[in-house]
């Protein structure tokens, strides 16, 4: 091939590149536009619990959930869901079109399930599946899920309390089970306390109910995923980190990390 027929080449290929970056833009602008509306609707919805109202500005999960990405028809799973809270949110943001698996080992479905009855009791949520299951039972359809969402929950899988409830929480099994769930390019966000760096994770799980972020990222990335970003929303400068989250002096107020984490697409 003659330079000039290489250069046409080459000129033709950035062409057809640009045209496909030039129409994905307005679609992935169209999608976040969704998103938001979905996120507006799912908020301001009159049919949500007023308790759940009354913790909306403390938790920020709007910003929380604007930055995991969530739109309608998507399919996601609230890892140690609990009561619910952030399942209803995700369930009316994606709509009859997608669905919401919440997930709850054994001793989070027996710690809420008074919270859980109330919830879903009446099949108020229909787009809503509930799964208990121990992390190694925990069966997920490869490639079914556009995201995962772990709220204040990802320390326990280094929690061993003395009654053994969690000695088959496992953290490399749950996310390699997570990792294959998604689909490629599908997104995970983590929000947890902040721990010091360097404690014995097992440790400050349970004294502190805490985690420090490097050893999430680390956890995640040695899982197959990539770092995707962070967001400072929750970042509070006057915890020092020392004090059990429920503490009078502190709860409600804990310096919390947001990371988001992703699956390669290829």
Do not use: W
């Amino acid at each position: 091939m003659s330079s000039a027929a290489h250069r046409r080449v080459l000129t033709l290929c950035a062409a057809l590149l640009f045209a496909s970056g030039a129409m994905a833009a307005p679609e992935a602008d169209k999608q976040s536009k969704a998103g938001s509306a979905a996120l507006e609707a799912a908020f301001a919805s009159p049919d949500r619990p007023a308790d759940d109202r009354e913790q909306d500005a403390r938790r920020h999960s709007r910003e929380v959930l604007e930055f995991l990405g969530v739109t309608p028809g998507m399919h996601v799973i609230d890892v140690f869901s609990a009561g619910g809270y952030n399942t209803e949110l995700l369930a009316r943001a994606v709509g009859v079109k997608g669905e919401v698996i919440a997930y709850n080992n054994p001793p989070y479905a027996r710690y809420a399930a008074k919270a859980i009855e109330k919830r879903y009791g009446t099949g108020r949520l229909g787009n809503v599946r509930q799964v208990t299951a121990e992390v190694d039972e925990l069966e997920l359809a490869p490639g079914s899920l556009d995201a995962a969402l772990f709220v204040m929950s990802y320390h326990d899988v280094y929690f061993r309390p003395k009654d053994g409830g969690f000695d088959r929480t496992r953290g490399d099994e749950l996310l390699a089970r997570i990792h294959r769930a998604l689909k490629p390019g599908g997104v995970v966000v983590v929000q947890d306390h902040v721990a010091k760096a360097g404690g014995n994770p097992i440790e400050v799980a349970e004294k502190l109910h805490r985690i420090d972020p490097a050893l999430v990222r680390r956890d995640f990335e040695q899982a197959g995923f990539e770092f995707d970003g962070s967001s400072e929303v929750l970042k509070r400068p006057e915890d020092d980190h020392t004090k059990l989250v429920f503490d009078e002096a502190i709860r409600g107020k804990t310096d919390q990390f947001v990371y988001r984490f992703r699956k390669p697409v290829s």
